[in-house]
């Protein structure tokens, strides 16, 4: 791939073990001839039907990054990349056509949560290995806490270190999930670009 050419991506979330869904946004990744498929948490429904989540974009040819969220841990998380060749950005970062990605379940619900100070820590240490590029994505599950999609919902609440992390690092985009009744919702704080991708899938152009 060229560098400075614009990067296609697919970003869902928040498939909780549909396989058919899975397919859907298999093909549609398919038919939009997106460069990368993002995944942002809640693969699985409590661990469990891992099969058929990330197998449908393998078979079609697609390089996905994925992060856990508050349905699967980590290790469920790296088993799914390392099975399907995939990479889990849970600390970790990626460059793709000189666009840099790196993540962080940032989960403060449910079984596997984290501390506001590692949300941050990891999402740091994962940007300082994409700083040079062109453009930069965070990718996390939860929302920053004071937000619109925090509106959203009257119990699940926004990450105050997801929030430290969009002021601190000031990435070009956040693509996040969790609140499925905020899919689709954009905003911006200072100039990151906040998306959330939702279950049916975003197709993002950077």
């Given amino acids: 791939m060229k560098r400075n ?9 928040d498939l909780h073990g549909d396989s058919s869904l899975a397919k859907r946004l298999a093909s549609k990744a398919e038919r939009e001839k997106v460069d990368l498929v ?6 699985t429904q409590s661990e469990q ?3 058929g989540i ?3 974009f393998i078979k079609k040819d697609q390089k996905v990054v994925l992060i856990p969220g508050n349905h699967e841990s980590v290790a ?7 099975l399907y060749d995939a990479t889990n950005l849970h600390g970790y970062s990626i460059k793709v056509n000189d ?5 962080c379940s940032g989960t403060n619900s449910g079984i596997h949560q984290l501390k506001d100070k590692e949300v941050y820590e990891l999402l740091k240490k994962g940007y300082k290995y994409i700083e040079g590029t062109r453009k930069k994505v965070m990718v996390t599950h939860v929302h920053p806490s004071n937000t619109k999609i925090e509106k959203f ?26 609140v499925h009744e905020a899919s689709g919702i954009e905003e911006k704080v200072g100039k990151t670009r906040i ?3 939702g279950r049916t899938g975003s197709i993002i152009e950077i």
């Fill in 153 to 178: 919902s009257n119990f699940v609440h926004g990450s105050e270190g997801v929030s430290k992390a969009v002021k601190g690092l000031k990435p070009d985009i956040l693509l996040c999930g969790h």
């Fill in 195 to 197: 998306i959330n991708v």
């Fill in 5 to 13: 050419t614009k990067l296609r991506i697919l970003a869902a979330s």
């Fill in 99 to 103: 666009v840099g990605f790196f993540g």
């Fill in 49 to 51: 039907s891992t099969q």
């Fill in 38 to 43: 993002v995944l942002c948490g809640d693969l």
């Fill in 76 to 82: 469920t998380a790296d088993f799914l990349a390392e």
């Fill in 54 to 56: 990330i197998g449908p």
